[in-house]
């Protein structure tokens, strides 16, 4: 099993031109020919809903078409009230339903509760896996929300990467689970709550374009080296840069979403070496053409 990351961190990734090929609305009955249906889940002018406490899910039947268990999966959520739980699943079973009563199959699953305030609206996330009959609390942690707001998981090299669309970022490191289908679900909504999109993507398998040292700017003081960079863009059909990989002295340090970083570790009198890569929402890093040496003074 691969350790566990979470990060979570503030700030809008680079989108390109990727391409879902397959989407539904949830508009009325939900298509048998597109999805296994498990416990009690409905389609309707909220989109995908249920009422029920241990509610269902909806796992897709469809090829992925490149025959593999990796791919993307997005749900755009409506959100007008507290209370509900939104549930997106990578490598599910057919029959997968995450819930605290009566689990079945196997998935990863990240649920979501939200809560609205006259301060805005939090969303309560946890995330599971569940294989051989055991189910295992990954992470857990919180973050903004919105009605109409999107979230992207993306399952590559024994990882999922998430995205939303108010800039979080989800980084969940787990290979146990190796086939399995993208899924949906929802428990315990109430009105006006469901989803009203799902949408399902390939694999992005480019990686993004090489980071040029030359993009680094750099400034060095006693006790600190502030770097920015030029925000990266990736491939015309790729998947959107999602965060930045830091190296120094050829170890890896931090991942950070932002195009800016201070090594406040950093003694005086010492050559640093840096090494910054872009890794996109599929979990491609950039190719790397050069490293970037500042002396701290």
Same mark, same amino acid.
């Given at each position: 099993m691969?350790?566990?990351?979470?990060?979570l961190l503030a700030?809008?990734? %680079? &989108?390109a031109?990727?391409? /879902?090929f397959f989407? $539904?609305?949830?508009?009325?009955?939900l298509?048998?020919?597109?999805?296994?249906v498990?416990?009690t889940?409905?389609?309707?002018?909220?989109?995908?809903?249920?009422?029920a406490a241990?509610?269902?899910?909806? #796992?897709?039947k469809?090829?992925?078409p490149d025959?593999?268990?990796?791919y993307e999966?997005?749900m755009?959520?409506?959100i007008?009230?507290?209370?509900g739980?939104? %549930?997106?699943?990578?490598?599910a079973?057919? $029959?997968?339903?995450s819930?605290a009563?009566?689990? @079945?199959g196997s998935y /990863?699953a990240?649920?979501?509760?939200?809560t &609205?305030t006259?301060g805005?609206?939090t969303?309560?996330?946890?995330?599971?896996?569940?294989? +051989?009959?055991? %189910?295992t609390?990954?992470?857990?942690?919180?973050?903004?929300?919105?009605?109409n707001?999107t979230v992207?998981l993306a @399952?590559r090299?024994? /990882?999922?990467?998430?995205l939303?669309s108010l800039?979080?970022l989800?980084f969940? +490191?787990d290979?146990?689970l190796?086939?399995g289908q993208?899924g949906?679900? #929802?428990?315990? =909504?109430?009105?006006?709550?469901?989803?009203?999109?799902a949408?399902?993507?390939p *694999?992005?398998?480019?990686?993004?374009? *090489?980071?040029?040292?030359?993009?680094?700017?750099?400034? *060095?003081?006693?006790?600190r #080296?502030?770097?920015?960079w030029?925000g990266m863009? $990736?491939?015309?059909? +790729?998947? !959107?840069i999602a965060?930045y @990989?830091? /190296?120094?002295?050829g170890?890896?340090?931090?991942?950070?979403?932002?195009?800016?970083?201070? $090594?406040t570790? #950093?003694?005086? !009198?010492t050559?640093y070496?840096y090494l910054i &890569?872009a890794?996109? =929402?599929n979990?491609?890093?950039?190719? %790397?053409?050069?490293k970037v &040496?500042y +002396?701290?003074r």
């Amino acid at each position: 099993m691969r350790p566990l990351r979470l990060l979570l961190l503030a700030s809008l990734p %680079v &989108l390109a031109a990727y391409v /879902y090929f397959f989407s $539904d609305t949830f508009s009325g009955t939900l298509s048998s020919a597109n999805w296994f249906v498990n416990g009690t889940a409905n389609g309707g002018a909220d989109g995908l809903y249920s009422a029920a406490a241990n509610g269902g899910s909806i #796992v897709y039947k469809g090829a992925i078409p490149d025959g593999t268990a990796e791919y993307e999966a997005k749900m755009t959520l409506k959100i007008s009230a507290s209370g509900g739980t939104y %549930v997106l699943y990578l490598r599910a079973s057919s $029959d997968a339903l995450s819930n605290a009563a009566s689990p @079945q199959g196997s998935y /990863y699953a990240m649920e979501m509760t939200p809560t &609205l305030t006259s301060g805005g609206c939090t969303m309560a996330a946890n995330h599971y896996k569940r294989s +051989g009959g055991s %189910v295992t609390l990954l992470a857990s942690h919180s973050f903004a929300c919105a009605t109409n707001m999107t979230v992207r998981l993306a @399952q590559r090299n024994g /990882y999922y990467m998430g995205l939303t669309s108010l800039g979080e970022l989800i980084f969940i +490191g787990d290979s146990t689970l190796t086939a399995g289908q993208p899924g949906f679900g #929802v428990r315990a =909504m109430p009105s006006g709550n469901g989803i009203s999109k799902a949408e399902i993507g390939p *694999a992005d398998r480019v990686a993004p374009p *090489a980071f040029p040292s030359a993009n680094v700017r750099a400034t *060095a003081f006693d006790t600190r #080296v502030d770097l920015s960079w030029d925000g990266m863009v $990736d491939d015309a059909n +790729g998947s !959107g840069i999602a965060l930045y @990989q830091i /190296y120094r002295n050829g170890s890896f340090y931090s991942n950070f979403r932002t195009t800016n970083w201070t $090594d406040t570790t #950093v003694a005086p !009198g010492t050559t640093y070496t840096y090494l910054i &890569l872009a890794l996109d =929402m599929n979990h491609n890093g950039s190719l %790397v053409s050069g490293k970037v &040496l500042y +002396g701290n003074r």
